[in-house]
């Protein structure tokens, strides 16, 4: 059985993730921050899948935790797939945030994205077989959110994507990587970040399900950039066409509605 490493694996897409891939008959390595959540998960797929799991407890927003998950993504049984899905956002403008809290999610956001993708590539080209799969934002191809780090970071993780994707070094090794790029998905994620999920409008809300079967199949399917739906295809042309002036004219300014 192919064995998969999914972040952030008890709450949001990683929870669909963890579901989906179980379903598709992955054995499964799951890493988040609560050991008590990694338990109850692993059960969970093992009662309604007979998936066997691994947890790795981890906060990878700190040094030790990313090392625990590298050593875990460098050992045996070997990780054919890798779903940097962890990630955070914030509800509350830049200034407002405080600056160990902007540092925190770019460690989390960036910093971890790029420590275990390093150690997945390190082995997966050198097998010459592998994914990797990274959950970015199509917040992040433009000025989508004003006064927030959360599109900066996720802008980083299409770069880089897109770099190692695309070069020599990852494609002569077979070795496949895909940026997801999801619009409003309804998970855990917004409200553990405090947004309002009043809006956007109902139509514009993705399923969380949907949007990890569309990933799985781009992936399988050697594509670089994953953009679940027609609406948030027609969105992210948009952010990456228009020009930079008209995008931030229409977007939206967190800091407006801020406490002063």
């Known amino acids: 059985m192919p064995t998969a490493l999914v972040t952030g694996a008890t709450a949001g897409l990683g929870r669909a993730f963890t579901r989906v891939l179980a379903e598709q008959g992955y054995d499964l390595v799951l890493v988040a921050r609560s050991d008590v ?30 090392a625990a998950v590298t050593a875990r993504i460098k050992a045996e049984p070997s990780i054919d797939l890798l779903v940097n899905n962890a990630g955070i956002g914030y509800e509350r403008p830049f200034l407002a945030t405080g600056i160990d809290a902007e540092e925190r999610l770019l460690d989390l956001n960036v910093r971890a994205v790029l420590r275990l993708t390093d150690a997945a590539l ?21 000025p989508a959110w004003l006064s927030s780090t959360y599109p900066a970071s996720k802008a980083w993780i299409i ?15 077979d070795v496949k990587m895909t ?14 970040a405090g ?3 009043t809006f956007p409008p109902a139509w514009l809300w993705l399923d969380a399900e949907r949007v990890v079967r569309t990933a799985l199949n781009d992936l399988a399917a050697g594509k670089v950039l994953s953009v679940p739906s027609v609406r948030y295809k027609v969105a992210a042309w948009g952010l990456r066409h228009l020009p930079r002036s008209v995008s931030r004219l229409v977007a939206w300014d967190i800091s407006a509605a801020a406490p002063s």
């Not at 010459?128 to 433009?142: E, F, K, Q, R, W």
């Not at 770069?159 to 090794?173: D, H, I, K, P, Y």
């Not at 940026?179 to 553990?192: S, V």
């Open 195 to 197: 947004i309002p999920t």
């Open 37 to 66: 959540d990694l338990k109850e998960r692993a059960e969970e797929l093992h009662a309604a899948y007979g998936t066997r799991t691994e947890i790795v407890p981890a906060d990878l927003t700190t040094d030790d935790g990313c």
């Open 179 to 192: 940026a997801l790029l999801p619009g409003y998905t309804r998970t855990e994620f917004h409200q553990r």
């Open 122 to 142: 390190s082995v997966m080209t050198a097998r010459h077989s592998g994914a990797v799969l990274n959950v970015a934002s199509v917040a992040g191809l433009g």
């Open 159 to 173: 770069a880089f994507t897109e770099s190692l994707a695309s070069s020599n070094q990852v494609r002569s090794a």
